[in-house]
RNA sequence: GGAGAGUUGGCAGAGUGGUUGAAUGCGGCGGUCUUGAAAACCGUUGAUGGUGUGAGCUAUCCCGGGGUUCGAAUCCCUGACUCUCCGCCA
């Protein structure tokens, strides 16, 4: 959520670059200010009433000290009237601040000035590349039939017990994924992160702090018995944390990292391309957060681009990094990377990372500040990556490193799965 | 799941329906004293919004929501959480 004293103070910084996204925000902005005016105008009304109110009851209280029933009784009357006017301009209010608060909720985050212009995912600018793409064989196989070749996965199994999109992990497909998690959370603690392990459902005021809602509930499944969510990214508890919490400068910047299972709806995402690993309700991600002071968030967000280059990297798989235009860019974020790696069986970049600044766009939701030097309560930046994502890590892996041999395992996993060739 | 108790400022803890945004202690900050520090003493110390150039004024906030009342931290209803006892259980 954007700050209203931002869009009051620099309405047309903040019209340039939401038209990033789309020019219609132009028009919502000025909706914003124009009840925001209403409202500010309807509560000093609403004050002053309650202010004579106020001085009203304190004399009657006097008066009634005093002995004076009679007195007292005199003014009872008198606060009939404002009484009444006070119902009317209170509903008034809320009714204004509702109505505020859902235009100002629609609204996402303004893009860093950097954010290339675009609307679609082609727009997106690659700034990054590196590793060769490898040439298989005639025969090589998309990592789905490697799966059910070397008995690494059951997705059938997976449908029986809960459905599509949950699949079964067996034998070493299921130790990769153990060395996997324990690689990358290693890899972040050297890092100076610090392992969380946060609960994996949520409430709703920690689903409003991240921003999946309101506007992306449907992607959520929703234990509604408790009114619970089942969290699609370990950045939502991790981020939470720190919901209405008030942090001293020199605790900054927070650096988290946690593995978690993470649970997708997906819903009406289900098409072409979604075999195998490309897409399922439940996978595992290591994600790293960090709660930040303005001043670095940006030099911070670089840092976290060295990190997961440095993971694909000891990973040998190709990857390159992509520049998010203003149209593809999450609701919640300022700027963001995401990295791809290259599956070279189905011949597709898959998303792997997706690497953020959300600025003070969830830190506003989420009453998350830090006392600056003035004293004042500011605030704070909130960033997060993923470190990474396993399934498409996993796809890639089995694609390109396949042999007529068996398939290949990196030598930084070696250690973490106790094999270095799946045969 | 059943019964009971509780939730107050950074922390601890008091609180009578009527100048209580809230005693007191600790902590924090400033000062006196000291070569310096400690101790002692004095003063000060919540958040958010509105308004004003500013001192200020004003509204809201004592777990959340609703109600009673001229007036609610205080009374009533409701929800969340915590603790104790009982039951169940990995």
């Known amino acids: 959520m954007l700050a209203l004293n931002y869009l009051r103070e620099q309405t047309q910084d903040a019209k340039d670059r939401l038209s990033k996204r789309n020019p219609k925000y132009v028009e919502t902005i000025d909706t914003v200010l124009a009840i925001d005016e209403e409202n500010r105008k309807a509560k000093a009304e609403m004050e002053k009433n309650q202010s004579e109110a106020n001085g009203l009851a304190k004399r009657i209280g006097e008066l009634m000290k005093s002995g004076d029933k009679a007195g007292a009784e005199e003014l009872k009357a008198q606060t009939a009237k404002l009484k009444e006017a006070g119902k009317g301009l209170e509903e008034r209010s809320k009714q204004l601040e509702q109505e505020l608060f859902d235009v100002l909720v629609s609204l996402p985050n303004t893009p860093h000035e950097s954010v290339p212009l675009g609307q679609t995912a082609e727009e997106n600018i690659t700034v990054y590349q590196n590793g060769d793409i490898p040439t298989l064989a005639e025969d090589a196989l998309p990592h789905w039939d490697l799966i059910k070749k070397y008995d690494l996965i059951d997705f059938e199994l997976g449908a029986k017990i809960s459905g599509a ?3 079964v992990y067996k034998g070493k497909g299921a130790r990769l994924q153990r060395a996997m998690i324990n690689f990358f959370l290693d890899q972040a603690i050297a890092a100076g992160f610090t392992e969380i392990q946060p609960p994996l459902l949520v409430n709703a005021e920690s689903g409003f702090g991240t921003g999946q809602l309101p506007d992306k509930e449907g992607q959520m499944y929703h234990a509604t018995v408790d009114d619970l969510y089942l969290i699609p990214t370990a950045e939502v508890p991790i981020t939470n944390i720190y919901r209405d919490v008030i942090l001293k400068e020199e605790d900054l910047p927070i650096k988290n990292v946690g593995y978690t299972p ?5 819903a009406g995402a289900w098409g072409a391309h979604v075999r195998g690993l490309n897409r399922l309700h439940q996978f595992d991600k290591v994600e790293i957060v960090q709660i930040a002071h303005p001043d670095q968030s940006y030099a911070l967000l670089d840092e976290m681009v060295i990190h997961v280059k440095g993971l694909l990297e000891k990973l040998e798989l190709p990857y390159r990094i992509l520049h998010l235009c203003g149209g593809d860019m999450s609701f919640t974020s300022a700027l963001t990377y995401d990295f791809e790696t290259y599956s070279a069986a189905q011949g597709r970049w898959l998303e792997v990372s997706s690497t953020s600044n959300f600025e003070s766009f969830q830190a506003n939701r989420l009453k998350c500040r830090f006392k600056n030097k003035e004293g004042k309560n500011q605030l704070a930046h909130t960033l997060n990556g993923s470190a990474l994502a396993l399934p498409r890590i996993l796809a890639t ?9 068996g398939i290949r395992i990196p030598a930084a ?5 106790g094999f270095d060739m799946i045969s």
């Open 165 to 167: 999109g949950f699949p």
């Open 262 to 266: 993470c649970f997708r709806r997906e």
């Open 397 to 405: 892996l089995l694609e390109n490193n396949q042999t007529p041999e």
């Open 413 to 417: 996993l070696v250690p973490y799965c």
